[in-house]
């Protein structure tokens, strides 16, 4: 029988990290933002959302077979009391529940382990991909409220190599323009050495664009720009992340950051030299990033959630997320389920 734990102190989260990267690997319904590596790191990126509450099921012999991490803070309702939260909800396309899928039960252990606390009042639990663990556990999940939360765009490679449509075309005209101005150079992916260099200018750039429409840039933290660092190059080191750039004439315009899980590229963070904007580097370095992924093997690539406008030049397919909510067993719990009529 699985034994639960909840994890409350940072420490304690971040000990188990090696063990839930290696448990996010085994486990086949996993995005990137599932792994130890990124659910911390970039999910104790500030503003952060409370405090770690977070789930771990363990087999009678010690193994880790599942982890549910989500976040405790203060209700913002009229009621007060305390609210969870996915770790990672402001930072990363999707959330989920990782689980050892050769251990029955271990899903049923997380979720079981939630309803016998009585220190939350709600679990709101956003951005949950169709074809993740927590949605395929239906009869876990029975009582629970869903409302959709948005939707992601994917891309999947051409069915022969012309070179047609619309985003191959806008790319050539791109490249052409840049050309005009000096010599062009795409990095897939620099060196693991360059990364910090790489990401100290992607931070400044991305800081001076949000500035420019009058913004909070979350990179203008010098602690957020550290732990972006820090995180990224763990997973450059595990093989996950990729720090593509645009150059012209040897001065970095453009850099995105992307993650490889298994046969699919995430898209995650893109930044461009405001004083370049007219000659769209940031949209040419992505379909740079889209060819160099499908020529790598990859089956899909996934520009993460979010409606803008130029995803939609690349995207095949649009694919709904959902927001699930459950009650706590609380006085206030009760008292909100009965204002709401249910």
């Known amino acids: 029988m699985p034994v639960t734990e909840?994890?409350?102190?940072?420490?304690?989260?971040?000990a188990i990290v090696p063990e839930w990267d290696a448990l996010s690997l085994r486990d086949p319904a996993t995005s990137p933002y599932d792994?130890?590596?990124?659910?911390?790191?970039?999910?104790?990126l500030a503003p952060c959302p409370g405090t770690p509450y977070v789930i771990t099921a363990r087999s009678d012999a010690g193994a880790l077979i599942g982890v549910l991490p989500l976040r405790r803070?203060?209700?913002?309702?009229?009621?007060?009391?305390?609210?969870?939260?996915?770790?990672?909800?402001?930072?990363?396309?999707?959330?989920?529940?990782?689980?050892?899928?050769?251990?029955?039960?271990?899903g049923a252990a997380l979720l079981g382990a939630l309803p016998a606390q009585?220190?939350?009042d709600r679990c709101d639990l956003s951005f949950i991909r169709p074809d993740g663990n927590?949605?395929?556990?239906?009869?876990?999940?029975?009582?629970?409220?869903?409302?959709?939360?948005?939707?992601?765009?994917?891309?999947?490679?051409p069915a022969d190599d012309a070179a047609t449509g619309v985003d191959q075309v806008m790319s050539r005209k791109t490249a052409k323009r840049l050309a005009r101005v000096g010599s062009v150079h795409f990095e897939p992916a620099v060196p693991i050495a360059q990364i910090p260099e790489a990401l100290r200018r992607f931070a400044a750039m991305h800081t001076a664009r949000w500035h420019g429409f009058g913004a909070a840039a979350e990179f203008s933290e010098p602690g957020n720009a550290q732990q972006l660092e820090r995180v990224i190059v763990e997973a450059a080191r595990a093989g996950w992340a990729r720090v593509g750039t645009l150059s012209v004439a040897g001065e970095v315009i453009a850099t995105h950051i992307a993650f490889r899980w298994r046969r699919t590229q995430y898209s995650w963070r893109m930044a461009h030299d405001?004083?370049?904007?007219?000659?769209?580097?940031g949209r040419l370095l992505l379909s740079l990033m889209i060819a160099d992924a499908f020529a790598a093997g990859c089956e899909r690539c996934d520009l993460g959630r979010g409606e803008e406008p130029y995803k939609e030049l690349?995207?095949?397919?649009?694919?709904?997320?959902v927001r699930v909510m459950l009650r706590g067993r609380t006085w206030r719990a009760r008292l909100a389920a009965l204002r709401a009529g249910a």
């Open 6 to 14: 909840i994890l409350r102190a940072p420490e304690q989260v971040r």
């Open 118 to 120: 009585r220190d939350w």
């Open 134 to 157: 927590l949605l395929t556990m239906r009869n876990l999940m029975a009582d629970s409220e869903r409302t959709g939360s948005g939707s992601s765009r994917l891309v999947h490679p």
């Open 274 to 281: 405001a004083e370049w904007q007219a000659r769209s580097p």
């Open 35 to 44: 792994s130890g590596t990124l659910m911390t790191g970039l999910g104790d």
């Open 73 to 106: 803070a203060r209700n913002p309702s009229r009621l007060g009391g305390s609210r969870l939260t996915g770790y990672t909800t402001w930072h990363t396309s999707y959330f989920d529940a990782t689980i050892d899928p050769a251990v029955p039960g271990a």
């Open 314 to 321: 690349w995207a095949t397919e649009t694919r709904p997320l």
